[in-house]
């Protein structure tokens, strides 16, 4: 389940949609049908902790797993308001920071929920595709930027961005073709949807 809050419900169904759009190259229904991520578009000014402020100023967003409900996997996905550009004459490019950030996040909850990566409860060590990994994230570390799964999640920002602009012009011409003029789905051997 997707929930969208902090944005008008035009904005947010483009958010639900490129969400799905990303999350569904990666992770099997089975596994989305049993998770809830919630994305809350705000400001700095909504946290309550001033370092959390501080640090939320200088990013596009973060990401937190929060456990269990009802059986299902929970995250929150905190976006910044402020990469929004209202110049921008067309949604998609006004939603672009925030959709390539969004991307950013998203490529966390799927390694979470395909169980590439863990977080130990100490806060200094995560595990990743087997691997376990240890940082201080109260210094200033440059593990942070060598850690394998913020270079995957850094990588695919554009990557999806493209790709579900890519896809937008798809779906906008399918709409004037029949829909029995066009190709079938790719997808792979387990039936999965395969990337463009």
């Not at 929004?84 to 969004?102: D, E, G, M, S």
């Amino acid at each position: 389940m997707l929930i969208v809050t902090g944005i008008n419900q035009s904005d947010s169904r483009l958010i639900k949609k490129y969400s799905k759009f990303v999350l569904s190259r990666f992770i099997k229904p089975s596994v989305l049908n049993k998770s809830i991520i919630t994305i809350n578009v705000t400001d700095h000014s909504s946290l309550e902790d001033k370092a959390d402020q501080k640090a939320f100023k200088k990013s596009g967003g973060w990401a937190s797993y929060d456990g269990r409900e009802d059986g299902k996997r929970k995250f929150t996905i905190t976006m910044n308001k402020s990469v929004i550009n209202p110049r921008a004459k067309t949604q998609v490019v006004r939603l672009k920071n925030l959709l390539k950030y969004l991307g950013h996040e998203l490529c966390h909850v799927k390694q979470y929920l395909n169980h590439e990566l863990f977080d130990y409860s100490d806060g200094e060590k995560s595990r990743f595709l087997g691997n376990v990994y240890t940082y201080n994230p109260n210094e200033l570390d440059w593990t942070y930027w060598e850690s394998p799964w913020e270079i995957e999640a850094h990588g695919r920002m554009e990557g999806f961005y493209q790709m579900f602009l890519e896809q937008l012009k798809l779906d906008k011409s399918a709409k004037k073709i029949p829909s029995q003029l066009l190709p079938p789905p790719r997808v792979d051997g387990l039936g999965s949807p395969v990337p463009l």
